[in-house]
């Protein structure tokens, strides 16, 4: 069933406040009826608040927002993220005084305050759920919308799927891709044809296994899937297969599975911030120019339907190219979503959320409701853009 998603657009006709990102964030919010739906509840504002000297983080004047209509609505909020994001929170300019709200290690203060919820999926046997998400009573999915080396994109899913986790299952996590066998060291015994394999890859994405003196080590988030190291792989020495990466998506959907089944549906807000969308994660801890220009904010109940409004909205974007690092290579298929322009064709930024609706999480299928005002002619300002730029 297709659900509404609050759009604002990044477009302003004049220069009013009222036009601006953070305006429009309000009026999201009151659409989502934030206010009236969080009296007395403990709600957490779950983020990525980045590393080191990353910039591109969200911004607090919008977090501020948030924190702002819980408290006008009567709950209590909290800022939530992994410890060590946490920690250095205040050199990005997140403090207690600029939220206004605490910032609270989502795992406890070492990573202990877990709670295991069993369900084996390839190398992992347990999601270790952050306990202080746990203990939330509502939960507001603040997550900024960028590109993400494993994955194409970080969005709603992305935030509460490595960012609910501990660092055992974040590692787990990450090393799922690794779980289906794609070197055959039989089918390859000399060592000079293995340099040979290693050197084909312009990323550096294949390495010597530390522990098998036979053995292969893709570096699956830098492999663009370019199949260089295939030309010469000996036949059925190497695969670059779409299970090792489609493993990584389908962990992230079992891990938001356990974050979510806590809170009532009717308990969950997902707000997507597309600004300063960079080519990777916060986690890198620093910024690069944008790969892809501002797209606006997105607000709704149903964390598929508005990842997947968010990512149908770069769709019909084009890579900046000037802004691409040289260390990526950026292929153009006109079918693929620029995201997969830069990551690889079998990193499909689409298919968590498609996992997500598999499992009951939500439904892909949204109704796209701008919050701008409309002119005469009721078109909004992101409709007049678009129109435009065709
Ligand atoms: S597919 Fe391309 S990027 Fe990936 S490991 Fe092979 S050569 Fe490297």
Not at 41 to 48: D, L, N, Q, S
Not at 216 to 240: M, S, T, W, Y
Not at 254 to 271: G, P, R, W
Not at 348 to 370: F, Q, T
Request: net charge negative; with cysteine; proline share 6%.
């Amino acid at each position: 069933m297709a659900t509404d998603v609050f759009y604002g657009s990044p477009y302003q006709r004049t220069l009013s406040a009222e036009e601006t990102l953070p305006a429009k964030l309000d009026t999201i919010l009151e659409k989502l009826s934030l206010r009236d739906r969080v009296k007395d509840e403990t709600v957490a504002i779950k983020m990525h608040l980045g590393f080191n000297i990353g910039y591109s983080v969200i911004h607090p004047v919008f977090v501020r927002k948030v924190v702002q209509a819980v408290k006008e609505g009567g709950g209590n909020p909290f800022v939530t993220d992994s410890p060590g994001s946490c920690f250095t929170a205040a050199e990005r300019g997140y403090t207690t005084e600029t939220l206004g709200c605490p910032i609270v290690p989502n795992q406890g203060v070492n990573e202990q305050y877990v709670y295991p919820k069993e369900k084996p999926y390839k190398n992992i046997k347990e999601w270790r759920v952050g306990g202080h998400l746990r203990d939330a009573t509502f939960l507001v999915d603040l997550a900024h919308a960028k590109g993400h080396p494993s994955c194409a994109y970080g969005g709603i899913f992305k935030n509460i799927a490595l960012g609910g986790m501990a660092a055992p299952t974040r590692g787990q996590m990450h090393d799922v891709m690794h779980h289906d066998q794609y070197w055959f060291p039989e089918k390859c015994p000399d060592a000079e044809t293995r340099q040979k394999i290693i050197d084909a890859c312009p990323f550096g994405c294949i390495v010597q296994d530390k522990e098998k003196d036979d053995g292969l080590h893709i570096h699956f988030e830098p492999c663009n899937q370019c199949k260089r190291c295939l030309e010469v792989a000996p036949d059925g020495a190497l695969k670059i297969d779409p299970v090792n990466f489609h493993s990584f998506q389908q962990a992230m959907a079992y891990a938001v599975e356990s974050v979510l089944e806590t809170f009532d549906k009717e308990k969950q807000v997902f707000i997507n911030i597309g600004t300063q969308i960079t080519p990777v994660c916060d986690c890198f801890g620093f910024t690069g120019p944008a790969i892809l220009p501002d797209i606006g904010i997105f607000g709704g109940d149903d964390p598929c339907a508005v990842d997947v409004a968010c990512l149908d909205m770069m769709k019909g974007k084009e890579l900046i190219l000037a802004n691409v690092p040289e260390s990526m290579e950026a292929q153009h298929d006109a079918g693929d979503h620029p995201l997969q322009q830069l990551h690889g064709p079998y990193k499909d930024p689409y298919l968590v959320c498609k996992m997500a609706e598999d499992l009951g999480l939500g439904s892909c299928e949204y109704n796209l409701v701008n919050v701008e005002e409309t002119d005469e002619s009721g078109k909004s300002l992101a409709d007049q853009q678009a129109l435009s730029a065709t």
